[in-house]
Nanobody, 121 residues
Framework: VQLQASGGGLVQAGGSLRLSCTAS????????MAWYRQAPGKEREWVAI??????HYAGFVKGRFTISRDNAKTTVYLQMNNLKSEDTAVYYC?????????????????WGQGTLVTVSS
């Protein structure tokens, strides 16, 4: 399974960006799709997740970020509004995909390559 993330860039505080991440390869289906981020000198932290139509957000992005998924359920988006300087980080998509056939399916976790978001104050 390959994950291709895009959409990062430089934006002023208060601005918006939309990240996307598309999964490709040979898999049966995808369970959750999520976004994490890692700021310079900090640990990677969870941002948002979507699975089975449900969405959940970390407290620090609630009300500003929206996670969504396309109908094919292979692309996840992260709409980021009212960006703050503290949102500056490399954003990674995270996917739980099931591989195998109907008789035996196994879940595996995959990470995208990361896309840099820089918010200037």
């Amino acid at each position: 399974v390959q994950l291709q993330a895009s959409g990062g860039g430089l934006v002023q505080a208060g601005g918006s960006l939309r990240l996307s991440c598309t999964a490709s390869g040979n898999f049966f289906d995808i369970n959750h799709m999520a976004w994490y981020r890692q700021a310079p000198g900090k640990e990677r932290e969870w941002v948002a997740i979507t699975n089975d139509g449900a969405t959940h957000y970390a407290g620090f992005v609630k009300g500003r970020f929206t996670i969504s998924r396309d109908n094919a359920k292979t692309t996840v988006y992260l709409q980021m509004n009212n960006l703050k300087s503290e949102d500056t980080a490399v954003y990674y998509c995270n996917v739980d995909a099931r591989l195998g056939t109907g008789g035996a399916l196994y879940s595996y976790e995959y990470w995208g390559q990361g896309t840099l978001v820089t918010v200037s104050s």
